[in-house]
């Protein structure tokens, strides 16, 4: 069982539409994670959200947008995506990362598996 | 960049036997954290090292960490069929905002 819960776990879209993958803790942790997942590639860290603050957008595409309301909730809003944008999005969230002290273990969601057509 | 890597890629084993895997990375780290993913779900935490510890246990896991080589394994005992998965280590390294930094994974499969 799983303190982050996504939705929806599966979606396809066209190139055209407007989508939004959500993601919520239940642990208390105020930070938060997009992660992107392809197959026989490393997990690509896409944006970190800490105290509901932006701290990092890894070079992402301007196709992808987020948005924290709050600690506990987290979107990825999407907008004219690429075929190579199909992939599995996982979400997560820690306690508050911070320079030199590391050790925060992250609590991953199921995922979202994006097909776009 | 890529700062973990775990060898091998994909490991079969039986049931019964130890599973071993192994993480090189390339930067100075604060911790090295392994995770596991079951097929179509999220990664599950396992193990935390730290920089300043050597070897760590969880069960039937142990951790190693070998800082002058850059080098952990994660050593699974007695490995039953529920262990097939992919394991994953993740560096957080020194000076970095705490994010982890994932490796390709090792996709082990456990024979019954």
């Known amino acids: 069982e799983t303190g982050v819960t996504q939705t929806p776990r599966h979606l396809v879209m066209g190139m055209t539409n407007k989508k939004s993958l959500k993601c919520e803790q239940h642990l208390g942790h105020n930070a938060m994670y997009w992660y992107k997942q392809s197959a026989k590639k490393p997990l690509e860290l896409m944006f970190v959200y800490n105290f509901k603050e932006q701290t990092e957008n890894n070079s992402v595409p301007s196709r992808f947008s987020p948005e924290c309301p709050n600690s506990s909730h987290l979107f990825l809003h999407l907008h004219t995506l690429q075929p190579e944008d199909s992939a599995l999005y996982l979400c997560?969230?820690?306690?508050?990362?911070?320079?030199?002290?590391?050790?925060?273990?992250?609590?991953f969601g199921d995922g979202t598996r994006l097909s776009i057509l | 960049s890529q700062q973990g890597e775990e060898d091998p890629q994909a490991l079969s084993i039986q049931e019964g036997e130890n599973a071993t895997m192994n993480c090189s990375y390339k930067?100075?780290?604060?911790?090295l954290q392994w995770y596991r993913q079951n097929s179509g779900r999220g990664l599950v935490h396992l193990i935390l090292?730290?920089?300043?510890?050597r070897e760590k246990h969880s069960g039937r896991l142990r951790v190693t960490l070998d800082t002058s080589k850059k080098s952990s394994s994660l050593l699974i005992t007695a490995s039953r069929a529920a262990d097939t998965a992919s394991y994953f280590c993740a560096t957080d390294a020194t000076g970095s905002q705490g994010n982890l930094i994932f490796g390709k994974g090792t996709k082990l499969s456990v024979k019954p």
């Open positions: 997560a969230s820690s306690q508050d990362p911070a320079p030199g002290r590391g050790y925060q273990p992250q609590h």
């Open positions: 090292i730290r920089s300043n510890e």
């Open positions: 930067t100075s780290i604060n911790n």
